[in-house]
């Protein structure tokens, strides 16, 4: 018991530095890394061995994980070097035509259609950027606009295994498997139609949360400025329109790709890789490659090394196993007991610590539960930590990268917004969210059979 300490030491002043971003999330993970592998050959020169060397490399990181994300990344910046993106925006600002309803409800469309299937991060810096120019520009207050983009992105990122680095995680840690319906189409088939429904709901919610916000800043934009708003032309913003059609049919082609690696027993990752330097050549932005590296989010990608072999030190030593045991045991087996202690546990603690080292952290857990609780599948388990993760995001500030970002917008941008104002409309978004992801389990488990 004693072996367990310093390394459960170590994983809650990382998890405490980390959710206090007072620190460089990717430098406390990194250093916590160092940390841990320092204390593992510590007591492998005193006679017990944690874990190997070799161990760090092929159980602890996972590899693939890593792939996907990177490849994700580049297929981003790649999207928006050739400006792709900003031309699909473009196109969806005019056909609002300076309707504030219409320019509300397109943007959150356009930002949960692109957090569906590239992420959710990378969907809300494009699309709130612009979303920021184009109503500051008609003199109407951002934080409406914005705050529904947030909760619209949140509300996607369980719609697909690349709506979130979380999804893929867990769905990498479980190989996957269809039979959890981890695989690409059986998770669309589970997440998309349910992360449609949040992303309504709270869509309409979110809307009227902050319905006294829809005002002019200052004097309200005439209609002889909204027509010069509007000449802006979508083709301006692409470096060549035959890049459109070939962007649509590359994307058809990559979801096609991920829904038959299933089938096929293709690794996901090579798909992913695959996908990436497909548009790089598609695009001729091979020309450019050197800045597209430059551009990608390294960080993202260290951070997720040094959180791995963090939680994997925990997990090395047991911590992980008994924490997982003793809910099944409190529990009675009772799985309906089981579903809503993670949802409210998972989503509570992933709105004020990085969703993805609670991600981690559980997928050494889930095991032992279903063990403990003898539950013959680990799905309903599986699935009410990917659903309450994702969207505990919006509870806090505190949470998800894109609450984080919106939060610091609003400060730079002085728009005025509070960190409680932020936890009265998270709260209750939260709150509903919550109970309808119990619901939803409740209800594909009683029809799955889980």
């Known amino acids: 018991m004693l072996v367990m300490i310093p390394f459960t030491v170590i994983m809650i002043i990382a998890y405490i530095l980390i959710a206090s971003d007072k620190i460089n999330k990717t430098l406390v993970a990194i250093g916590g890394a160092a940390v841990t592998m320092t204390v ?4 492998f020169f005193a006679g017990t061995e944690i874990f190997t060397e070799k161990e760090v490399l092929t159980e602890l990181v996972d590899w693939g994980a890593i792939i996907i994300i990177l490849s994700l990344l580049v ?7 050739s400006g792709i993106l900003n031309y699909l925006t473009v ?6 035509k300076g309707d504030t309803e219409k320019i509300l409800f397109y943007t959150n469309a356009l930002v949960f259609i692109l957090s569906a299937f590239l992420g959710d991060e990378s969907a809300f810096l494009i699309v709130g ?4 120019v184009l109503v500051k520009n008609m003199k109407l207050d951002p934080m409406p606009f914005l705050l529904t983009e947030v909760v619209s992105s949140n509300a996607a990122s369980c719609a697909s295994i690349t709506s979130s680095l979380t999804n893929i995680i867990i769905a990498s840690n479980f190989s996957f498997a269809p039979e959890y319906y981890l695989s690409y189409d059986r998770f669309l088939l589970i997440a998309f139609p349910f992360s449609l429904l949040i992303f309504g709901i709270n869509l309409v919610i979110g809307k009227h949360l902050v319905r006294d916000r829809f005002v002019c800043v200052g004097e309200c934009i005439t209609e002889s400025e909204i027509e010069i708003i509007l000449a802006l032309e979508a083709a301006d913003v692409v470096k060549n329109t035959a890049l459109v059609k070939r962007f649509f049919l590359f994307f058809a082609a990559l979801i096609i790709g991920f829904i038959l690696a299933g089938f096929l027993g293709i690794p996901f990752f090579l798909i992913a890789l695959i996908g990436s330097i497909t548009l790089i050549l598609i695009t001729g932005e091979y020309s450019n490659i050197d800045k597209i590296i430059k551009r990608i989010d390294w960080s993202t990608i260290i951070f997720f090394f040094g959180v791995f072999i963090i939680v994997g030190g925990v997990a090395s030593v047991g911590l992980l196993n008994l924490i997982g045991e003793a809910i099944g045991r409190l529990s009675g087996g009772n799985k309906i007991l089981i579903w809503l202690t993670l949802i409210v546990t998972s989503g509570v603690i992933a709105a004020f610590v990085d969703s993805v080292s609670i991600a981690l952290m559980l997928l050494y857990i889930i095991p032992s539960v279903v063990a403990s609780a003898g539950i013959t599948t680990p799905a309903s388990v599986i699935w009410s930590v990917i659903l309450a993760v994702n969207l505990g995001d919006i509870l806090s500030p505190l949470g998800g990268v894109n609450s984080v970002l919106i939060f610091l917008m609003f400060k730079r941008e002085k728009i005025k917004f509070s960190f409680l104002d932020f936890m009265r409309v998270g709260g209750i978004l939260s709150a509903l969210n919550f109970t309808l992801v119990f619901l939803y389990i409740l209800f594909i488990s009683s029809i799955l059979g889980w």
């Open 40 to 43: 593992a050959y510590i007591y």
């Open 75 to 81: 297929i981003v910046e790649v999207s928006k070097s």
């Open 91 to 96: 196109t969806i600002i005019k056909l609002t």
């Open 129 to 132: 950027g612009i979303t920021l």
